[in-house]
């Protein structure tokens, strides 16, 4: 965002951007202080304890929740085929970057 940018936003637009500056800063804060904290732990554990990992695998669907995303999925790729987006190939076009088809 360009300094002119900046300026034309009203003063709600940029309380927005503020917060959400705000709220990014705190999440990494809270993502170094929670590595430091685990690293910590880990140095200090007792012989014969197990390390403390970082982050938590996170438990397996639900049959509901898997037939919404096997639902999702399958509209997103029936819109595909009928209107294909190549938004992604422009934006790494426009920025001179090559991009890489699967």
Known sequence: MSKKEYGELTPTERAFVYKAWEEKTVRDTTYIRDAVMNAEYN??????????????????LTQ?????????????????????????????QVNGW???KK
């Open 43 to 60: 140095v200090n554990r007792k012989k014969g304890k197990k390390f403390r990992k970082l982050w938590n695998p996170v438990g397996s």
């Open 64 to 92: 509901t929740e898997k037939r919404t995303y096997e639902d999702t999925k399958k509209k997103i790729l029936e819109i595909k085929k009928e209107k294909p987006t190549n938004w992604v190939e422009k934006i790494y």
């Open 98 to 100: 090559k991009f890489k």
